[in-house]
């Protein structure tokens, strides 16, 4: 898909900050340092537009980007980080449930996993929450580039198994370094909005 006009509409620390508009909407999930922010600017092809950091944990809230004001992508705060306050995980932990569960414009997910690792426990949980919910997920093992052909293969053989993933489901490697599997990616996306 071809951006020509992407923008950051809305930054929502509560439910009632979600915006009321009825555009479809893909949400970007996983763990803190996985990449969100890196692989949401290189699918839509701007450097700075969602908020990288070398510090995990940076996103604080759900950012909604407007693209091409037809679709949005959500970025949700990464979980599992450790430095997070435990006060503050569970202050973000009902608004992101309340987003994924109500929102009736949601599509669908992208669940980042770091290809580098085998799933965590957070990573199983959401996989597992999404499924119980029947929310649609497009499923990416990011920094691909980080690893060589044949140690990636086999990570993304471990990560399916961990995560439980069907043959049809797809796991998708990305690197938001190179560019490697965007268009893929992006394909993914589209299967996952209304036609």
Known sequence: MKIKQAELKA?????????????????FLGRSNVGKSSLINKLIGRKNLARTSST?????????????GKICFVDLPGYGYARISKTERQRWAPIIEEYLE?????????????????PTEDDKLMADWL???????VTVATKSDKLSRG??????????????????????PFSAQTGAGRDQLWKGITGLLPH
């Open 11 to 27: 930054g929502a620390y509560n439910i009632n900050d979600f915006p009321g508009w009825e555009l479809p909407e893909i949400s």
């Open 56 to 68: 995990p944990g940076k996103t604080r809230g759900l950012y909604f980007y407007l693209l091409n």
């Open 102 to 118: 109500t929102r009736s414009n949601l599509y669908g997910c992208v669940h980042l996993i770091d290809c580098r690792h085998e």
């Open 131 to 137: 499924r119980m919910h029947s929310i649609p997920r």
């Open 151 to 172: 140690a990636l293969l086999r990570q993304l053989q471990v990560i399916r198994a961990q995560l439980g993933l069907f043959e049809e489901e797809s796991l998708l």
